[in-house]
Every structure is written in C-alpha cells, then in structure tokens.
C-alpha cells in the first residue's frame, strides 16, 4: 500500500472525538480564531537565538526533526544527521545515504542512546540503523511493516508508530518494540478500519517524550486524544475540545477515494484539525492544531480560564520585533516545556534592513553571526511559561 508523505508545513493535522472515557480531562480552547499576534516576552519565560555553524561541509537542507540532548543539537534535513554543541558550534555529522549494506536510504526519524550512538529510522528500508558517530553500523533491525516515527524509552525498549497502515502483519498505530530481543513486546491502539483505506500522512511530531523523567506524551495528528506515555504504560490522559470545531468521526467513515480528496473535501468544512504539539508545564498546556490553513499555538493555563492562542509570535526579547509566521514552518518541542523554532537568517536581515535603523541592523547581524544569505538557519529556543 501506498504511503503519501505530506509534510507538517503543507498542512496534514487533524482530529477526531475521543472515546467516551470518563477518566480523560478535558481541555477547551475557546475563543475566535482570529490571525493573532503575541510578543515572546508574554509567553516566554526565557528565550535564547543560537546560530548555527556554517561552512560548504555543513549545510543544512529543509530541516525535518531537532532533538535536543545532554547539551547537544541533533539536527536531520532527512539525509544527513548533524550535531552541534548547545552553542550552535559543529561537533560531528553521519552521512550514509545510499544502497549498500551499512547505508540508509533516507532519516524517516531518529533517536539519540545514552551512549551517543544513534539510531536512524529508514522507512523505505523497513530498518532501524544503530550507528557510532564515526559513520559505523553498529547493529540493525529489519521489521516487516512501515514505521514513520520513533521514540526511544529506555536502552532497551522503543516505540514504534505505524500510523493507519495495516501492512504485513500490523493492526496497531502502536508497538513497543525490545531492541535486545528485537521482538514487539507490545501493541497499544487499534488502527481505525475506515482510515486504514485512505489516510496515509506523515508529521514530524508524534512523542514530547523527556529522557531525563522518562515520561512524555505521544499524539496521533488524527486524534484529539493526548496519551500520556513511560517505559511500561501507554494511557489517554487529555482530550482537547477546539472550540467545538473537532472534527467528528463519522467524517473519517466516508468513503474517500484517495487521501487528496479527503483533504479537498475538510479544507470545504468549517473544521478545527490536528494535534501538531502538545507539552505541559507546571502553568500551561501547550497545544498546537490547525484552523482554515492557520497553525495557532495555544497556551490553556491549569489555574484559571485564560487562554493564549495566536498564530504568529514578535520576538521582542532578541530580534526586535521580527515576526515569526507559525504556519508552514517547523516547531519542535522538548521536554515539555521548550519549543525550538528554526529561522532562516537572510529573513531576519531582510527584516532588519527593512523595518529598523541602521545600528539595529548592525546588532542584529552580530547577534545572529551573520555571514551571508546560505548562512545554516538560526535557532530560536523559547522556554514557555
């Protein structure tokens, strides 16, 4: 069967009503979904710019996932792996795309061991590559279904999501699978009869999953079911109500002929869709969907009714005042609370230039170490509030 990979940025989210599970706290964003700005300094308690070594040995293509781990960046554009130190400075990179035995097709998705190897999903491959940063395959796993994303609990145990597709011998969106054995050990939630026919989409973002607490959440973009996830337990923990918009599931049982027309006929509805990121600070939930094309960012507080949802953020803490469009751009959360937003540097100057006054232009050319135009994106790190 055919899988069609549609990126976040060409927006793919959606949702649908959870089960009738008294035991799910409900979380509602209410409000008018108009195209909203906010300034970082009201919805970040702190945030920091860190620009990203460039040379011709180091260029970033389209970024696909950044992962964040014991004080290093972990950055795929899909065909090499790049890591940087938490200051943006180039550490190391794998680069091993090809045929051959020891090489990897594409980066569907990766996790970081705590011994800093790496292990790199190759869906086209139906293979998992467990590499040293000195481009060594150290072990591999070959699986007879298609996984698109992963998430690794222990050093010793792996998620596995499948999404809707029931190929080879796979029913569940879930597996848990143990990497010593290299055995699934475990399946968690049924794949839905009528999407396994058409709904065939990829998102980058499935698991917030924090290594250090080994605890986090995993989200299905077709589901507005948060699931709260550990090393042995997989359980619905929230259900999101968008403001009454959620798409209902009678909707997903029509007959659709291919996953195209399914898009063409929600993009006719007035339906809110998808859960993009979810993470949960001691204040706030964070939740990210989609609303007539729009990505909007909501911040629900735990201690009262307010609700922060906007659709672009102005950084007037490092950037004065550039614009950052959450719509068709790459947001990455971690550890719940921290979210990484990747900026293209010719952007922020074309911004400078235009809107502030020359010695501004100059501090912020030397804040984002600007070289030129090629320069490798420049990372926004927000610890939301």
């Known amino acids: 069967m055919k899988y069609i990979y549609i990126p ?21 964003i209410n409000n008018s979904f108009d195209d909203s700005n906010i300034t970082l300094s009201k919805i970040a308690s702190s945030s920091e710019i860190i620009p990203l070594e460039t040379n011709d040995s180091i260029l970033i293509g389209e970024i696909k996932k950044i992962l964040c781990e014991n004080n290093y960046i972990y950055i795929s554009d899909g065909r090499t792996l790049f890591k940087f130190n938490d200051k943006g400075y180039f550490i190391s990179k794998i680069n091993k795309i090809g045929t051959g035995p020891d090489e990897y097709t594409s980066i569907t998705d990766f996790q970081i061991c705590s011994n800093d190897k790496v292990w790199i999903l190759s869906r ?69 009869n009528s999407k396994s026919k058409y709904l065939f989409v990829k998102s980058t973002n499935h698991f917030n999953y924090n290594s250090n607490s080994k605890s986090g959440f995993f989200f299905d973009i077709f589901n507005d079911t948060i699931y709260q996830i550990s090393s042995d337990i997989i359980k619905s ?5 968008i403001n009454k918009k959620n798409i209902p599931s009678d909707f997903f049982d029509k007959e659709y002929d291919n996953v195209m027309i399914f898009f063409q006929t929600l993009f006719k509805s007035d339906y809110a869709y998808g859960t993009v990121l979810f993470g949960e600070t001691n204040n706030n939930f964070i939740f990210s969907y989609y609303y007539k094309k729009l990505c909007h960012l909501s911040l629900i507080s735990k201690n009262n009714n307010n609700i922060n949802d906007f659709t672009n953020i102005n950084d007037d803490v490092n950037l004065m005042g550039y614009p950052i469009t959450l719509t068709s751009r790459p947001l990455f959360i971690q550890d719940n609370n921290k979210l990484i937003i990747p900026v293209q540097s010719a952007d922020i100057v074309d911004y400078a230039e235009k809107k502030l006054k020359y010695n501004d232009v100059n501090i912020i050319k030397q804040s984002i170490k600007y070289t030129n135009d090629d320069q490798n994106p420049i990372l926004l790190f927000l610890k939301l509030k």
Do not use: H, P
């Open 8 to 28: 976040i940025l060409l927006i793919i989210c959606l949702a649908c009503n959870t089960s009738n599970n008294t035991s799910i706290k409900e979380l509602s």
């Open 124 to 192: 086209k491959d139906k293979r998992l590559c467990n590499y040293s940063w000195n481009g060594i395959l150290e072990n591999e796993i070959k699986l007879n279904f298609w996984i698109s994303n992963i998430c690794l609990l222990t050093n010793n145990t792996m998620l596995l999501y499948t999404g809707n597709e029931t190929d080879g011998d796979n029913n569940f969106q879930l597996k848990m699978l143990n990497l010593s054995t290299k055995n699934i050990a475990k399946n968690y939630i049924r794949i839905n």
């Open 237 to 241: 923990k929230y259900y999101v109500n």
